[in-house]
């Protein structure tokens, strides 16, 4: 099925995204089309395993359609539509591509007049789609044959079928060095490994899975470009960081940086790389991912060492706001210290420090006394406070807004009518209001900048926030509901007590 980007691009004649806005070799691409005299036709290029649309053209009345953009074509493969909408891929790496088809059956007609790429690419997708037609009528008499003997030729029929699409593959690769048509292909094979084994002689799984890991991208040359509009690429790219990389943040960043400097200077695939691996874990609902985000903004985005980070593709401002965010995230990732927090108690007397906090484990929770969510959410964690969370020796440290006579009016009535047995602090109305006038009157006698400054020091953007630290006061959780903290403790105690 065709992408949906693409069909909305189709559908409304839009052509503001287009992945072409760089002058790129003038290339021809020349199609005719049996059954589309006068029709428009378009041309659309991958990025990445999406289609987005390049250019149109009106088909003449022989069906012939041209493309010859002054902008050009960057290398790629590309989708070739047609009213329907019907399409099919060829390669566009030449000076000119001369390709004819009928709208009835466009693959399975097409025929190259001119290029070399798609005699290889099409010929090569019309190999597959033999053979596969062959592995499969092997795989139905397997089904059905139960004759060991009758089997095992049926096996030797399939292992024979899969040899032969890999001497294929091979002698491709062999006899067209330097097409995008090879690099396709070999891009699509699996690395051929041999299978460790243990001392008995059995497959040792764990180093399988790490041997395979190394040499995932053997196959890939990834210091050419032409790669970030081949969706085999794109395909790998999802494999690697979605199912072969574990999901731990340390080792996402590590692998992430290997797979990086192993890319050069090819623009393309660095922005490629660096783009989606930032974009996947800022916007991941997996705990402790920020992590992930904020390294990859400081060592490729932001300035460092007086130096200018390595993206080239953002507008200043964007730029601007990303580096900023990524530092006020920085100190708040899983396994950093919490930077401690001293706030004064509903009386204004009494300074609480959440370091001094006799607890093996301490909740945060940032809120505000004026927001719905967070009224509506603070007697429910309370109650399971009061219920799992105290027993377990977990505290919590609830952390109000209260700078006006409203919000600290409020914040006291709120604690008197839900009878909150936690700990209960605030940036109150007065200390909010001297310390603006002179913050030496409380610091460093009674707490500390990082302490009234509490909404940048922890980037409370947005309330209710939740954060969990343990007996070193280190991250350990965030964004956890009650019962999410209750369940994260006792798998954090059990890992203790295996160590």
């Known amino acids: 099925m065709i992408d949906r980007v693409l069909l909305t691009l189709l559908a ?60 050009g074509y960057a290398a790629g493969v590309y989708a070739v539509v047609v009213p329907g909408p019907k399409y099919f891929e060829v390669i566009l790496n030449e000076t000119v591509v001369q390709l004819a088809t009928d709208k009835a059956d466009l693959l399975g007609k097409l025929q190259v ?53 890999k001497q294929y593959q091979r002698d491709l690769i062999t006899n067209n060095p330097g097409t995008l048509a ?44 032409r790669i970030v509009r081949i969706p085999v690429f794109a395909n790998k790219f999802d494999e690697y960081f979605s199912k072969l990389v574990p999901q731990v943040p340390d080792t996402i960043n590590r ?45 490729y985005y932001c300035p460092r060492d007086g130096k200018p980070g390595r993206v080239t593709w953002m507008e200043q401002d964007k730029l601007d706001k990303l580096c900023e965010r990524a530092r006020k995230m920085s100190p708040l990732v899983l396994g950093r210290k919490a930077p401690n927090i001293i706030l004064t108690d ?31 959410e603070l007697p429910d964690i309370h109650k399971v406070y009061l219920e799992k969370l105290k027993p377990m020796g977990i505290e919590v440290y609830a952390v109000a807004k209260a700078v006006d006579a409203s919000l600290l009016k409020d914040w006291k009535k709120f604690i008197r009518e839900n009878d909150l047995k936690w700990v209960d602090v605030a940036l109150t109305q007065t200390v909010y209001e001297e310390a603006k006038k002179d913050a030496r009157k409380y610091i460093p006698r009674y707490t500390t900048l990082e302490s009234l400054n509490y909404a940048d020091t922890y980037d409370v953007y947005s309330t209710p926030k939740v954060f969990l630290v343990d007996g070193e006061r280190k991250f350990v959780g965030k964004s956890l509901s009650a019962e999410q903290i209750e369940d994260l403790v006792t798998k954090l105690r059990e890992r203790k007590a295996k160590k």
């Open 182 to 225: 090879a690099s396709l292909v070999r891009m699509g094979m699996t690395v051929d490994l041999p299978e460790p084994r243990k001392a008995d002689g059995s497959l040792d799984s764990a180093a399988s899975y790490y041997q395979y890991r190394a040499h995932f991208w053997d196959n890939v040359d990834l210091k050419d470009d």
């Open 255 to 299: 692998l992430a940086d290997e797979l990086i400097a192993r890319i050069g200077n090819a623009e393309e695939v660095f922005k490629y790389v660096v783009h989606n691996i930032t974009y996947k874990y800022e916007n991941s609902d997996i705990m402790g991912m920020d992590a992930v985000f904020v390294h990859m903004a400081l060592t």
């Open 12 to 71: 409304t004649g839009l052509t503001a995204l287009t992945l072409n806005a760089q002058d790129h070799p003038k290339r021809t691409l020349e199609v005719q089309i049996n059954g589309t005299a006068k029709d428009t036709v378009y041309l659309a290029n991958y990025y990445g395993n999406k289609l987005y649309y390049a250019d149109t053209a009106v088909a003449d009345a022989k069906g012939t359609a041209v493309f010859k953009s002054p902008k």
């Open 113 to 165: 007049k001119k290029s070399k790429e798609n005699e290889l690419f099409i010929g090569y997708i019309r190999f597959l789609n033999d053979k596969k037609l062959e592995g499969d009528a092997l795989r139905a008499q397997l089904d059905v044959n139960k004759d060991p003997i009758a089997r095992s030729s049926v096996k030797a029929k399939m292992e024979d079928l899969d040899k032969a699409v």
């Open 346 to 376: 509903s009386t204004e007397q009494k300074w609480i420090s959440m370091y001094d906090i006799p607890a093996e484990y301490v909740v945060i929770i940032f809120w505000d006394p004026h927001c719905g969510h967070c009224k509506k």
